[in-house]
């Protein structure tokens, strides 16, 4: 297997400067996150880890524009050439059931100005991406819990996004389905070079798949550490270095008074 080094470009294509976002509810302010910063490079994969509730899909929410910070600074700077500046993979598939699997991938092509065959091509240059081709004619409910996720993942690469939001995608499959999809996301990156935010509550998997771990932690939510992973893929699972990294991450965020760190190299 073909070894993959980090190789992001060193322009931000997110920057992310104190970034809070609170909410009233009942007549009660929450605390939802507080004075982030954090900046994404062309190219890179991010991890953000923490458990549930410290605010990791919110974020997302906000670079989404789904949600307002309450104060800070959110910017955004896609690859031009890129058709949409951000995609979204949830952790439900959230395929449409009266749709076919090609159809459920063209769907977020729909509102383009994309002739139709031109739709469904692109659809099924996404499901040969993710190893579907041969299915994209059968049902949703004919798909194993897998398959429907890359499904999700086709329809969310064949809008042609510079960077690929993804919340917990795998969380809800079995090991050794999460495991394969691990591999299948590390093969598609190496193919597509697309930036990746990967919001996960599994350190182990954050370890296996990012170039850098962004572990938040707290109530309100803040960046308790940000790491660096300077191991290649293919990375083997179970590998000592990795296991120390992960058990350093879940410190990060446990620590009742951890400091802010952003210089760890590991």
């Known amino acids: 297997m073909e070894a993959v080094t980090k190789a992001p470009s060193a322009a931000p294509v997110i920057e992310i400067e104190d970034l809070s976002l609170s909410f009233m509810q009942d007549g009660r302010r929450t605390d939802v996150l507080r004075g982030l910063d954090l900046t994404v490079a062309r190219g890179e994969f991010v991890a953000i880890v923490g458990a549930s509730g410290v605010g990791k899909s919110t974020l997302l929410r906000v670079l989404m524009d789904l949600a307002k910070p309450t104060t800070g600074r959110v910017k955004l700077s896609p690859d031009p050439e890129a058709e949409r500046p951000l995609s979204l993979v949830f952790q439900d598939a959230r395929l449409l059931p ?133 191991q290649p893929h293919p990375r083997r699972r179970g590998a000592i270095a990795l296991q120390e990294i992960a058990m350093a991450v879940k410190a990060d965020i446990t620590a009742d008074a951890a400091p802010v760190r952003d210089d760890w190299v590991i």
């Open 98 to 230: 009266w749709r076919r699997v090609i159809s459920n991938v063209a769907f977020g092509l729909e509102k383009s100005a994309l002739p139709k065959a031109e739709r469904l091509h692109r659809a099924m240059q996404a499901l040969g991406l993710v190893g579907l081709a041969d299915l994209a004619q059968r049902w949703p409910h004919q798909l194993s819990g897998g398959q429907r996720q890359r499904v999700a993942l086709a329809r969310a690469l064949a809008v042609r996004p510079a960077i690929l939001l993804m919340d917990e995608p795998f969380s809800a499959l079995d090991i050794a389905t999460r495991e394969n999809l691990q591999d299948e996301l590390i093969r598609i990156r190496r193919e597509t070079h697309k930036t990746i935010i990967f919001v996960t509550h599994d350190i182990d998997e954050a370890v296996y798949l990012a170039d850098r771990i962004v572990a938040l932690g707290g109530k309100p939510g803040v960046v308790r550490s940000v790491r660096t992973i300077e």
